[in-house]
């Protein structure tokens, strides 16, 4: 079982920036898609964003486009989301997940972290 442990969260004002962190456990992260999602209450896991095992390529949602970016260090384990910008619509619990493939639809995605709290006010 994969351990995914997200940090970073926190409450910030419109048009700040937050740096989130996922740390993987698991020696084989180099060979894992990664994916950020992120839930607000009362509503579905929406997908952010997601990138290769080589860091190449990286997917956004047109939500995020242009103000998220998706990093990793496979030799740090770790999957990063810079998020500029931030808006009060970005107010939500963020989740990061591994997977074979890269994919927009979170059930291509078998291990989850617990998530870390983003809170945006206006």
């Known amino acids: 079982q994969v351990r995914l442990v997200e940090s970073g969260g926190g409450l910030v004002q419109a048009g700040d920036s937050l740096k989130l962190s996922c740390v993987s456990s698991?020696?084989?992260?180099?060979?894992?898609?990664m994916a950020w999602f992120r839930q607000a209450p009362g509503k579905e896991r929406d997908f952010i964003g997601t990138?290769?095992?080589?860091?190449?390529?990286?997917h956004y949602a047109d939500s995020v486009k242009g103000r998220f970016t998706i990093s990793r260090d496979n030799a740090k384990n770790t999957v990063y989301l810079q998020m500029n910008n931030l808006k009060p619509e970005d107010t939500a619990k963020y989740y990061c997940?591994?997977?074979?493939?890269?994919?927009?639809?979170?059930?291509?995605?078998?291990?989850w972290g617990r998530g870390t709290q983003v809170t945006v006010s206006s």
């Open positions: 997940a591994a997977g074979a493939v890269t994919s927009s639809l979170p059930q291509y995605y078998l291990n």
């Open positions: 698991r020696r084989a992260f180099r060979t894992e898609a």
């Open positions: 990138i290769s095992r080589s860091g190449g390529n990286p």
